[in-house]
């Protein structure tokens, strides 16, 4: 089975009214797509978006604000004012769900895109990096064992952490809270890897809210640097400090292969064939959310049809399609099928 069969590729989320919300009528729909969320998903519906526009009389545009930016400017309310799509590097949250209900967002659909790596990249110019989750979780987190005894991080180069590990400071740029990214790193790398540690592992059963703060919060004391939701801005600081790391979606390092390179992590290197394959552990699906209120009603339920359409056209999201040359991975062909039959059911 593939190992992102977990995710499913598309599911549609009713939830209960908990409230009414006033809808613009049809009469008064706006003919403009709004969207907005993850910095990942960004490059692949900003494209997306051009062909629509360039292709139809219609209009879409997408605001990157992070993944937690867009779903809570998505699950705001019902109306002109608020977003028909969301894009998204992780699957949306219990929590984000509750807040669309509490708002009278109460019908999304999620549809899958494919597939991205996240990896963690330096300049081509700077020191080539084998490693491994928890050797990355040494690095990173505001917590660590040493000897038995968890402590805060002592780590100021990576050669401390292992001989192997290059004889620099630890640098890392990485995503904001905000960022799906952020979410995704934490839970493949630094959960995965806090748990190779005894004296960590041993508080899931004696202090669980211990256990989960030692393994998910990233150090504070410069060694982590969040550099915001741009990844082209990480890359340009990348190239200006070659002893840096980031951290960023895996089409950002294919699109700069001639400046940046990925390092390899517990053994597999980030390939668009590893990433496929499911073998890079560092490995997540993206999403794209539809507000299904708004078919109709905020807007034209022709004008959404044909931007579905595209979004997941097999001439855009197959193995020939024009955003695997972004870097995008796409998803085995039934998959795709799927996805596409269930997400175009919707009008």
């Known amino acids: 089975m593939h190992v992102f069969h977990q995710y499913g590729t598309c599911k549609k989320l009713m939830l209960a009214t908990v409230a009414t919300v006033a809808m613009v009528g049809a009469a008064e729909a706006r003919d403009r797509i709004l969207m907005a969320g993850s910095s990942t998903v960004a490059p692949f519906a900003q494209i997306v978006i051009e062909r629509f526009n360039n292709t139809t009389n219609h209009e879409a545009e997408y605001n990157t604000t ?30 984000e769900v509750e807040l669309c209900a509490a708002n009278g967002v109460t019908d999304i ?32 987190a505001a917590e660590v064992e040493v000897d038995g005894e968890i402590v805060a991080n002592p780590y100021t180069m990576w050669s401390e952490i292992d001989s192997s590990l290059p004889a620099e400071p630890i640098e890392v740029l990485g995503p904001p809270p905000t960022s799906g990214t952020r979410d995704a ?39 982590f640097v969040e550099a915001g939701e741009d990844d082209n801005l990480i890359v ?85 399609g024009y955003l695997v040359d972004a870097g995008l991975i796409p998803m085995p062909e039934e998959d795709r099928a799927a996805m596409r039959e269930g997400a175009l059911a919707n009008f």
């Open 66 to 95: 992070g993944t937690g930016g867009g779903f809570r400017i998505f699950c705001g309310g019902v109306g002109d004012d608020f977003t028909d799509f969301s894009g998204a590097s992780r699957a949306i949250k219990d929590s």
């Open 109 to 140: 659909y999620e549809i899958q895109i494919g597939y991205d790596g996240i990896v963690v990249a330096d300049s081509v110019d700077g020191p080539a990096m084998t490693i491994t989750r928890p050797q990355l979780f040494q690095a990173l």
């Open 185 to 223: 790193f934490v839970e493949l790398v630094m959960e995965a890897g806090c748990e190779e540690f005894p004296a960590i592992a041993a508080l899931e059963e004696s202090d669980e809210d211990r256990f989960k703060a030692v393994c998910a919060t990233m150090r504070e004391d410069g060694r």
């Open 236 to 320: 340009q600081r990348l190239e200006a400090n070659p002893a840096a790391f980031g951290i960023f979606g895996y089409s950002f390092l294919d699109q700069n292969l001639d400046r940046i390179r990925g390092s390899i992590v517990d053994g597999i290197e980030p390939t668009f064939e590893n990433i496929a394959s499911g073998d890079y552990p560092v490995s997540r699906s993206l999403f794209v959310y539809l507000k299904t209120q708004h078919i109709g009603d905020v807007v034209p339920a022709d004008t959404l049809h044909q931007f579905v359409e595209e979004l997941t056209a097999e001439g855009t999201l197959g193995d020939e």
